[in-house]
């Protein structure tokens, strides 16, 4: 079975997203020939290949499986030749590859193996810094899945299908377009949110956000350009578009990317995302796959204030299954775990203090579930509102408790990575803005 990479950067149109509200404009650039590294631009794959996202789990969930006594763990830094954007990572045969996207699009990459964390060859070598990078690992070699040959969105990511060796992209139409080698497969007329994360799921369906409008100028995901539908796309056989979940009149979704999880543990996943507008600001609300709403949370009570929802583990302190997210992540920001009862979505605990997004990024990937204190439950790690720690809180029987910090010295600049090694422990990596990739191991 034939597998392609995807993309990379090349003289075409560069997507310009303005900060005042307006569409998108398209602007010629060229890029330098330095960039051009195209290693794996019109070659077919036939052996196995590993991909590794900034939000975890292929389905958007921000969750580590393994464990790492996060606290006790040893950590290496290295310096960078500028500040880091991105961070990703994957395992090796040797141990773990780590990508780094740099504030000017430059892509570094490095091997941690026994505590070490060696420079490696990765293409392409500069990618658009608004692409979230996708690392794709093939026979040892680290290649970044970038945007640049077909008229893409800029401001997205393709993806790979691996039963059909199909790339996916949303173009900058909007179209959600399929290509298999170099030929364009399927095409369908999706009205994709520019800057949409494209979520797979098990059975290679695609989820994504759609029906970009301008209806709620909050402006603090990088644009303000927000999505009024989700859709669901089939992709066995012909893809064609399985649902069309439009939101309630007068709400948008405030958000690139939804949760798509199992909340109830009856094997069918539900689809999470954060609704706001003007009148009653941001609440968390839950759909089927058939476009019901079956759960919301409380509004912020006023417009303009955001939640940032983030995972779904079991967070409870018997271990009942929980969404967390952050409430106003710019201003104060408080940590929520919600449990589904009935139609609601009931705070269970919170705790205030705390952030997970700069406003104006496109970067939704600052904070992260997992087993940070190698116990059997979930923490979630993420970063002080001054951004110079990384906080493990975990929700026990007495409510939201801090298990330890993990001081930076200097800014977080990036999302948190994080990897599954073969022995099923974790490896975490962060960006800091004085040029230094660490990782704790």
Known sequence: MAFILFGVLAV????????????????????????????YCTFNYITPFTLAYTYQQPDGNRVVEGNID???????????????????????????????????????????????????????????TDSPPILMIKNEEAFLLAPGLWNESLLSHPVVLPSSGRTVFIETSGDLVFRVNDRESARLEVNALPDARLLVDEDERILLLTGPTEDYKHGVLGDSIEASSITLVETAGTPAIAKVIDIPEGDVIEGIVPLWADLDGNGIREII??????????????????????????????????????????????????????????????????????????VSSSLSGYSSHLAGSRNLDMALAGNFDNDSNFELMLPTQNYRELAILEHNENGVHVNGYLPLESRLTTNIAAVTLKNESVAIGVGIDTGILRVWY
């Not at 509200?21 to 010629?28: A, H, S, Y």
């Not at 490095?110 to 990618?127: T, Y």
């Open 273 to 346: 995302v954060t609704l706001s507008n003007a009148n009653e600001g941001a609440r968390v609300v839950v759909f089927d796959e058939d476009g019901t709403t079956v759960a919301s949370g409380p509004s912020t009570g006023t417009g303009y204030r955001w939640r940032h929802q983030i995972a779904v583990a079991p967070f409870g302190p018997e271990e009942e299954t929980e969404i967390v997210d952050v409430l106003t992540p710019h201003i104060g920001g408080i940590v929520e775990f919600y449990q589904w009862e009935g139609n609601e979505l009931q």
């Open 12 to 39: 075409m149109v560069l997507i310009a997203i303005t900060m005042n509200g307006t569409r998108n404009t398209q602007e010629e650039v060229i890029i330098p020939d330095e960039i051009l590294d195209c290693d």
């Open 70 to 128: 996060a606290m006790n763990a040893d950590y290496t830094d290295v310096e960078l030749s500028g500040k880091p954007e991105w961070v990703i990572a994957a395992d090796s045969s040797n141990g773990s590859i780590w990508a780094v996207v740099l504030d000017d699009g430059t892509v570094e990459a490095f091997e941690l193996s026994d505590g070490e964390l060696e420079e490696i060859n990765i293409s392409p070598a500069k990618i658009h």
